[in-house]
């Protein structure tokens, strides 16, 4: 269900969404100027999550795309082992 429900993720409200349904508390503000745009953590069904929301600008110098939004989910056991990351990118809305 928590792989399912990420891999929907096409949105800020989706991602609020999230969040909230599995109780991930934001970890500390990176600040204004950084490309990471949040970070979260938390426990799901014995896993710890961790969550991180950062962005990019595809644009090179004669073209102007939107950005892009990356999220980049990871799943570790109680002691810390990796069991698997998990990414969804969506375009700028």
Do not use: C
């Not at 595809?58 to 939004?69: I, L, R």
């Amino acid at each position: 269900m928590l792989l399912e429900d990420f891999n929907k993720i096409q949105s800020d409200a989706a991602l609020n969404d999230f969040v909230i349904r599995y109780g991930l508390k934001e970890l500390k503000n990176t600040g204004p100027a950084s490309a990471v745009l949040g970070e979260w953590t938390g426990a799901v069904d014995g896993r710890a999550v961790y969550l991180k929301y950062r962005w990019f600008d595809p644009s090179g110098p004669f073209q102007n795309e939107p950005d892009v939004h990356v999220l980049r989910l990871s799943l570790r056991t109680p002691s810390g082992e990796l069991l698997g990351e998990h990414e969804v990118r969506f375009g700028d809305v």
